[in-house]
């Protein structure tokens, strides 16, 4: 686990790179869902030095991510975003860095954006003491949770379902499973699950590119919950990057929940917080 002082600065082009990622990931993931066919109508649209997505409607991945941090936005991308989100019966949402151009916020504004929520990024070099620390978490003592990568079909689709069950405290419905399936057979990413005593209990997901390590999928079965499951995957996951090559890893969550809690656990740093801002599809009057 790094040292505070370890830590680099955040910066706007530690910021970006971030954003950058994350904007990539979701690329990749909606070519992903449309050529595996769960979403086969799955679009990017890339604006403001960022890009807006539509999976399906209603989907609660639709939105839009990194806009305004390689520069000023114009008010007519706004308005273009705008009308992609109209063109697919959905209001327009966006994910805004606090580190983005002050244009964006301008223009978010001017038509109307309100917030409706927030997300804490956080993020972690990856030195060695990382992969020495934490360890690969195969469940050495009695008891402890075991980590495997799930490399088959088969494998796949239990953690799908895993994931979809701890996400939704164990009641998800047919749009929850169909979302989990279409991250579970992206052939970009790295499914983990993790097992108590031989039972299935978690998951987590890893995504690799240009030296960053992108966590996402966590999920723990309620019945499983507070055995140490996901700080095992964690783990896990950080040996596995740091093995790779990377040198950072990025995680979000709500914040001030059990996830971002068991994230500073495990060594991450709060780097900022993103507003996700909607803006009404009819104006109010």
């Known amino acids: 686990m790094s040292?505070?002082?370890?830590?680099?600065?955040?910066?706007?082009?530690?910021?970006?790179?971030?954003?950058?990622m994350g904007v990539d990931d979701l690329a990749a993931?909606?070519?992903?869902?449309?050529?595996?066919?769960?979403?086969?109508?799955?679009t990017t649209f890339r604006i403001g030095g960022g890009a807006a997505y539509w999976y399906s409607p209603g989907n609660i991945v639709n939105g839009s991510f990194g806009l305004g941090m390689s520069g000023p936005v114009e008010q007519e991308e706004i308005a273009a975003l705008i009308a992609f989100f109209e063109d697919h019966g959905e209001s327009a949402s966006v994910n805004v860095c606090?580190?983005?151009?002050?244009?964006?916020?301008?223009?978010?504004?001017?038509?109307g954006f309100v917030a409706t929520d927030f997300e804490t990024v956080l993020y972690q070099p990856l030195c060695r003491e990382v992969a020495e620390k934490c360890g690969a978490a195969e469940?050495?003592?009695?008891?402890?949770?075991?980590?495997?990568?799930?490399?088959?079909?088969?494998?796949?689709?239990?953690?799908?379902?895993?994931?979809?069950?701890?996400?939704?405290?164990?009641?998800?419905?047919?749009?929850?499973?169909v979302l989990a399936r279409a991250i579970a057979l992206r052939t970009d990413s790295l499914p983990f699950i993790g097992s108590v005593d031989g039972e299935p209990a978690g998951t987590g997901?890893?995504?690799?590119?240009?030296?960053?390590?992108?966590?996402n999928g966590d999920s723990t079965l309620p019945a499983m919950r507070g055995r140490g499951v996901q700080t095992a995957i964690l783990a896990h996951r950080l040996a596995y990057a740091r093995e790779a090559g990377c040198d950072l890893a990025v995680i979000e969550a709500s914040p001030g929940g059990i996830s971002e809690r068991n994230q500073?656990?495990?060594?991450?740093?709060?780097?900022?917080?993103r507003v996700s801002l909607e803006r009404a599809r009819t104006p109010l009057s």
């Open 3 to 20: 040292a505070v002082s370890d830590f680099p600065l955040v910066t706007l082009d530690l910021a970006r790179r971030i954003e950058r």
């Open 29 to 42: 993931y909606a070519a992903e869902a449309r050529a595996s066919g769960i979403y086969p109508d799955a």
């Open 98 to 111: 606090p580190y983005a151009d002050p244009s964006l916020r301008r223009w978010l504004a001017e038509y």
């Open 139 to 177: 469940g050495g003592a009695e008891g402890a949770p075991a980590v495997r990568l799930a490399s088959t079909a088969a494998e796949r689709e239990l953690w799908a379902t895993l994931e979809a069950r701890g996400f939704t405290d164990d009641v998800a419905d047919d749009a929850g499973h």
């Open 205 to 215: 997901m890893l995504v690799i590119k240009d030296g960053v390590a992108m966590f």
């Open 264 to 273: 500073q656990r495990a060594g991450f740093r709060v780097a900022y917080t």
